[in-house]
Structure formats: structure tokens, C-alpha cells
Nanobody
Framework: QVDLVESGGGSVQAGGSLRLSCAAS????????LRWYRQAPEKARELVAM????????TYAGSVQDRFFISEDREKRTLYLQMNDLKTEDTAVYFC???????????????????WGQGIQVTVFA
């Protein structure tokens, strides 16, 4: 079962916009915290945006503040990332992610239940 499926990536000129979508399972939308991450070539994966209870309390990386906006459509079970005023340094593979708390492994130990989408390429050219 695939829990998270991203779409909407592609190539865009600097200054342009893209909107990423992430279709999620019903379980994830009901039980997990939703986020967007990205990973640029030869760099560590970084948190881009986190969906919180109120749009006013959503969390963003400083580098995307006031340019990127995370939102959800619960009826469609879809998470979005609206990316405006894109810069070449925004080029990366973007991942939808879900923090579903913890689950017990085969030994009864609590382990993190963190799920990832397959990732989608966003390329911003000058």
C-alpha cells in the first residue's frame, strides 16, 4: 500500500511558481502530522514546511518563509505546497512526509512510525 503520492513537480524559471500535491491515505490524514521536506544534491534532507492545527501556526524553514505555503484539502485527502517566487536554490527533490507517532516493533519496543512519499523533482533555472 502506498500511503503518500506526490505530484506537480517540474521545471520552472526563477521567479515562477509551482504547486506540489500529495495524495494521502485516509489513515494518514486522520492520524498523522503532515510535512514537506526537500533534498538538494549532496545536501541533507531538510524540513520545508509543517502543517499545524491553524494556518497561522504552520511552520516553515527560514529560507522559504513568505514564499511557500502548506495547506490541505481534507475532503480530497491531499496535502499541498504552494511555492512562489522560486529561486535556483529551491532546486531539490521534494518529499511529502507523515509523522504517525510510534508503533511497537517485534520486540515490543516503541519505534517511530514516519512515512515518506517517493519524492518529486523540482528544478528552478535562471
Amino acid at each position: 500500500q502506498v500511503d503518500l503520492v506526490e505530484s506537480g513537480g517540474g521545471s520552472v524559471q526563477a521567479g515562477g511558481s509551482l504547486r506540489l500535491s500529495c495524495a494521502a491515505s485516509e489513515y494518514i490524514f486522520k492520524n498523522c502530522g503532515l510535512r514537506w521536506y526537500r533534498q538538494a544534491p549532496e545536501k541533507a534532507r531538510e524540513l520545508v514546511a509543517m502543517l499545524n492545527d491553524s494556518p497561522y501556526s504552520n511552520t516553515y524553514a527560514g529560507s522559504v518563509q513568505d514564499r511557500f505555503f502548506i495547506s490541505e484539502d481534507r475532503e480530497k485527502r491531499t496535502l499541498y505546497l504552494q511555492m512562489n517566487d522560486l529561486k535556483t536554490e529551491d532546486t531539490a527533490v521534494y518529499f511529502c512526509a507523515a509523522d504517525c507517532g510510534t508503533v511497537k516493533d517485534d520486540y515490543g519496543t516503541n519505534v517511530a512510525d514516519f512515512r515518506w512519499g517517493q519524492g518529486i523533482q523540482v528544478t528552478v533555472f535562471a
